[in-house]
């Protein structure tokens, strides 16, 4: 649990409140921390980071159950922070970008696969310029053989199977060939960038009512008044009106809803004999159905398996007791490589998004028809609510860097509106930095 860091007396009248300390509100007020501007960031949970989360000493090595790779490394803003902050970055190539073990996967099914997915993207991109629709549409004979892979892979990349994601979202994220890791987790960066920052832990925000010349923020233990808000919760949360506004906000709860977190969680095991593998090998549980993990094998060259769940199979793990995930994976495992493996792995750690009240899901895709919901989630009411989040990101959803960014714009905007005067000096400082360099 962390400690408050605001003192034994909170303020109870701020100029900025910024709900939801994960990455997007950490950018928020990581970028309002030098200004003269009275910040307070209200998080739901008893830690920062949200859904980026890093357990260590189960292993011996930093385990993500949320986010784990700086994709888009870069341009990924995560991957610059890391560095000056003395975390290590590794730069290995990403295990999805090798052949998987082929245990249950020929060699030369795996080239049939890539070229199908290949042939099935290319189709994706091009119809972005046509009307939109669920990209299962785009299915054909060519790719039925692949087609439970294929929506395999639309579990753990969008959460949800092709026939529910709009081919103009899928097409509108640009993404980068660059996938790194940071070693001490991705999570433990996120969340080193909270540490000095004023955050009340177990504080969610029941109500604002933003109908006065200061906003009202309810808490179970407090209220607060705010001349300005940045929402940087999950779209979910907004989509099931965990925070009532007053007046209501329709627009924002529909836009919400057209976001849906997708279902996609990890389980972590320890593995007995590691030597047996090479260091960041991918096996696939079955390529005959949706419902199948994903498993990479000496994650950086530790001794565990972590296993990759999306769509509906993490969906109703999800509701099954605690312990679902592992015992999944196990059966999985086992059912490729022996009866004898099952000796071999031991449960170390799971993780639930779905059920988690202050997340209710991994991370947004856009329904069929509903791509442009993004910017509507995005815009700001009357330039004194704003709202950030992966959700909100036109082009990189679903990341880490994506609600990062998001965060940092809505904290410009919020300068922009109560402090000009300081927009205007950072611009001029990184001129005169500019002209030093010469640049």
Known sequence: MYVNTVGPEAPRVVDVVVIGAGAAGIGAARRLANSRLSVLVLEARDRPGGRAHTLTGRSGAAIDLGCGWLHSADRNPWAAIAEATGFIVDKGEAPWMRPRIDVNFPISDQRAYHKAFAVFEAKLRAAASEPD??????????TARWRPMLDAFSGYYNGAPFADISVHDYAAYQPTDENWRVVQGYGALIRSQAE?????????????????????????????????????????????????????????????QALPLGHVDKVFLK???PEAFEPDTLAVGRTD????????????????????F?????EGLEREPAGAFTAFAIDELTALFGSAFRRELAPLAESDW????????AYSHARP???????ALRRPVRERLFFAGEACSPHAFSTA??????????????????????????RDEEEDERMRNGR
Do not use: C, N
């Open 401 to 426: 860097h994506g609600a990062y960014e998001t965060g940092v714009a809505a904290a410009e905007a919020v300068l922009a509106e109560l402090a000009p005067e300081e927009v205007e000096r950072q």
């Open 133 to 142: 629709r669920p990209a299962a549409e785009l299915f054909d004979e060519d």
């Open 369 to 375: 028809g509903m791509a442009h919901m993004r910017e």
């Open 289 to 308: 159905t949706t419902d199948a993990g994903a498993y990479t094998f000496r994650p950086l060259g530790h001794a565990l398996v972590e296993g990759f």
């Open 354 to 361: 779905g059920i988690d009240p202050f997340t209710r899901g």
């Open 196 to 256: 000095a920052m004023p955050i009340l832990y177990e504080s969610p925000v029941l109500s604002i009512d933003h109908g006065g010349a200061m906003m009202r923020l309810t808490t179970p233990s407090t209220t607060i008044e705010a001349r300005v808000v940045i929402l940087a919760v999950p779209a979910a949360v907004l989509a099931h009106e965990d925070i009532r506004f007053e007046p209501p906000l329709p627009d924002k709860t529909a836009a919400a």
């Open 310 to 314: 999306g769509g509906a199979l993490a």
């Open 271 to 273: 593995l007995a004999r």
